[in-house]
Nanobody, 114 residues
């Protein structure tokens, strides 16, 4: 069974940093496009960043220059380094794995205090 498990969320002050991790199992990790999405209460889930098998990245405009997505295929793990966090970054952050099917983790809460 495919499983994506996020970790690293928590409470951080504005301007601070967090590093999210997503550990994948049940997939050939190195073949998948991995991504991070987020959803704040009352809002739609939105793309944060994606990374391909050969580590090509794509970022939403609202995180460019602040967040970095990376992957470690040996550990079946994708990361999201979040710097210069703002209160509007507060959301549940979800890990995504995609080739044909779309797999999602349970999410990890990121709360940025003013």
């Amino acid at each position: 069974q495919v499983q994506l498990v996020e970790s690293g969320g928590g409470l951080v002050q504005a301007g601070g940093s967090l590093r999210l991790s997503c550990a994948a199992s049940g997939i050939t990790f190195s073949m998948y496009v991995m991504g991070w999405y987020r959803q704040a209460p009352g809002k739609q889930r939105e793309l944060v960043a994606t990374i391909t098998s050969d580590s090509r990245t794509n970022y939403a405009d609202f995180v460019k220059g602040r967040f970095t997505i990376s992957r470690d295929n040996a550990k079946n793990t994708v990361y999201l380094q979040m710097n210069s966090l703002k209160s509007e970054d507060t959301a549940v952050y979800y890990c995504n794995a995609r080739i044909w099917d779309d797999y999602w983790g349970q999410g990890t809460q990121v709360t940025v205090s003013s």
